[in-house]
T-cell receptor, first 113, second 115 residues
Framework: SQELEQSPQSLIVQEGKNLTINCTSS?????LYWYKQKYGEGLIFLMMLQKGGEEKSHEKITAKLDEKKQQSSLHITASQPSHAGIYLC?????????????FGQGTRLTINP | GAGVSQSPRYKVAKRGQDVALRCDPI?????LFWYQQALGQGPEFLTYFQNEAQLDKSGLPSDRFFAERPEGSVSTLKIQRTQQEDSAVYLC?????????????FGPGTRLTVL
């Protein structure tokens, strides 16, 4: 079965610094989703990547899917306290025309003022 | 409503009790998913509905877990004879799409604690 490994598992950065979170798959990714989760809350959709080499940006967050479609990275520029939370990557696991998502274990991001 | 809602938000049950968790998806969303998220882990798939049909229940950990969506909107996840290992956050998600590629919108989850 497909497994997703995220690194690092936790990250503490100074406000204003850049950071990168990685998500590596054991199989080719057909759809890669990035979500953010705050404690006690549900997942908030950030971005979806489908094509090898694809890159998407939203505000200060950029996500990339490598050409081989087995690794994705999430990069935050000039981090802010509002970026703190748990970042989860999810892979599209197709079944019967719709998808269920297989998730990594998450990366806990702390931003120090 | 504007988003996916779940109730209750928190549930404490004694071992052996039955619990029922409710999910109200976004109106008109065809697909509905249940996930279980243990502490410090990513969500794990439990079951999937397309309208009222349960098309995949491969992630349900035991026959104590049962889910239904009788009218194709609200869904209930029932856990019978709860055990301590059932303690987790149960997340519901809905998607407008029937086909692959649709974004899943998640509810806030129900945190279940079994004592």
């Amino acid at each position: 079965s497909q497994e997703l490994e995220q690194s690092p598992q936790s990250l503490i950065v100074q406000e204003g610094k850049n950071l990168t979170i990685n998500c590596t798959s054991s199989k080719t990714l057909y759809g890669l989703y990035w979500y953010k989760q705050k404690y006690g809350e549900g997942l908030i959709f950030l971005m979806m990547l489908q094509k090898g080499g694809e890159e998407k940006s939203h505000e200060k967050i950029t996500a990339k899917l490598d050409e081989k479609k087995q690794q994705s990275s999430l990069h935050i520029t000039a981090s802010q306290p509002s970026h703190a939370g748990i970042y989860l990557c999810g892979a599209d696991k197709k079944m019967q025309g719709a998808q269920k998502l297989v998730f990594g274990q998450g990366t806990r991001l702390t931003i120090n003022p | 409503g504007a988003g996916v809602s779940q109730s209750p938000r928190y549930k404490v049950a004694k071992r052996g009790q039955d619990v029922a968790l409710r999910c109200d998806p976004i109106s008109g969303h065809v697909s509905l998913f249940w996930y279980q998220q243990a502490l410090g882990q990513g969500p794990e798939f439990l079951t999937y509905f397309q309208n009222e049909a349960q098309l995949d229940k491969s992630g349900l950990p035991s026959d104590r877990f049962f889910a239904e969506r009788p009218e194709g909107s609200v869904s209930t996840l029932k856990i019978q004879r709860t055990q301590q290992e059932d303690s987790a956050v149960y997340l519901c998600a809905s998607s407008l799409e029937r086909l692959a590629g649709g974004e899943q919108f998640f509810g806030p989850g129900t945190r279940l604690t079994v004592l």
